[in-house]
């Protein structure tokens, strides 16, 4: 899921995000609530009509956001309590509160497809205590959540359970059990990829994703980069969110398909079977400007498929040196392209079951 944390994916046109292949946007309802405010977004026809977006738009609720900009400024704006946390806006100051169900309120009111409950986020290097602390009141508050969406007339939004716990196993596997007997829509993994090391994200990857339900959608939270997708896959999730393809673009990152040009046009082409009966695939992030490309004439990406239509290395290092915003539209879209462009041959290669070969064949760095 691409991130619009303010309502847009940024550089993009909701068709031209549509045109990478994405299926659905993931939107932010902390920061969507501070600005353009949910009164009038509600007054507008809700979420989809402001982004002029007609596809599905799951929103997170916003608790990582309160509880990460307050850690950000030394625990100052953000209070959790029992009920509820407290907090001060970042951008002026003013003084705020969440509540679970206030926050499926302010979802429904925004109109989305798919909504996340109000839970806490503790860093990936929290002590145990307060991963326990933060399971606890996710539970609490989840319980709470259920309860007061299933009394909702239809239609009404999904509502995915989040499972915390850190790499803490004890925890982390109570929480699974927890959310399991919920009849929630989907069931996420929060509370990874926030400052522990990749080693522990892959190991608990790797005994938890399973645990979820496996006949509802299974939700990666936070990661987006491809190798973490390609090895979060193989362990049976089914869906991620992450700023990284946009903001690297942002920042003159790109991310290129390499390799024998036979096998980068039967990946470009999704064609599986092909593929795994070529050469390997490297898919590799590149940064510009870079002196190394500054004189050269060759394509970045010789595939028709890819955003980077007619783009030489050294075009690209001449606009990145400039801080144009053209180069950072592609670069953003190639992002995203190559992510659905994985994705899609993971879904294929699964059918096939045949993932473990496209595994073999795949390299991302």
């Known amino acids: 899921m691409p991130v619009a944390t303010h309502g847009a994916v940024k550089t993009l046109t909701p068709n031209e995000v549509t045109a990478t292949g994405s299926q659905i946007i993931l939107s932010n309802t902390y920061h969507l609530y501070l600005s353009p405010g949910v009164d009038l977004i509600k007054q507008l026809g809700g979420i ?33 309590d029992d009920d509820g ?17 206030k926050v ?8 989305v497809d798919i909504m996340m409950p109000l839970d806490v986020c503790p860093s990936g290097t929290a002590t145990t205590t307060a991963i326990k602390s933060a399971v606890d009141l996710t539970h609490k508050w989840l319980a709470e959540q259920v309860d007061y969406w299933q009394s909702l007339p239809e239609p009404k939004p999904a509502l995915f359970g989040i499972a915390q716990g850190g790499v803490n196993k004890k925890l982390r596997r109570a929480s699974i059990e927890f959310i399991s007997k919920l009849p929630v829509a989907g069931c996420a993994l ?9 080693a522990k994200l892959y190991q608990t990857i790797k ?55 036979a096998a980068v ?52 290092n001449h606009l ?13 879209a190639q992002n995203l392209w190559v992510i659905n462009t994985l994705l899609c041959h993971v879904r294929q290669a699964i059918k096939l079951q045949q993932l473990e070969s496209l595994d073999s064949c795949l390299n991302c760095w």
Not at 285 to 296: G, I, L, M, V, Y
Request: net charge positive; glycine share 12%; aromatic share 8%.
């Open 48 to 80: 989809h009509r402001l982004m002029g977006y007609d596809g599905p738009i799951l929103t997170d609720s916003g608790g990582f956001q309160v509880f990460s900009l307050g850690l950000k400024q030394g625990g100052t704006l953000a209070k959790i």
């Open 85 to 101: 946390v407290t907090f001060k806006s970042h951008k002026d100051g003013s003084s705020h509160r969440f509540t679970p169900i």
């Open 104 to 111: 499926i309120d302010i979802q429904r009111d925004l109109g």
């Open 190 to 198: 929060g509370g990874l990829a926030v400052g522990e090391s990749t």
């Open 207 to 261: 005994w938890a994703a399973p645990l979820l339900p496996a006949a509802k959608p299974r939700y990666l939270m936070g990661v987006g980069n491809p190798q973490d997708i390609l090895w979060a896959t193989k362990w049976g999730i089914d869906m991620f969110d992450c700023v990284l393809p946009t903001r690297l673009a942002r920042h003159g990152s790109v991310w290129l398909i390499e390799g024998e040009q």
């Open 265 to 316: 046009d039967s990946f470009a082409n999704n064609d599986t079977p092909a593929l795994l009966a070529g050469s390997g695939i490297n898919i590799k992030r590149h940064s510009f400007p870079t002196t190394k490309a500054r004189s050269d004439p060759n394509l970045l990406q010789n595939i028709g498929a890819s955003p980077l239509t007619n783009l030489t290395w050294a075009r690209a």
């Open 320 to 332: 990145a040196h400039e801080r144009e915003i053209g180069l950072y539209r592609q670069f953003t």
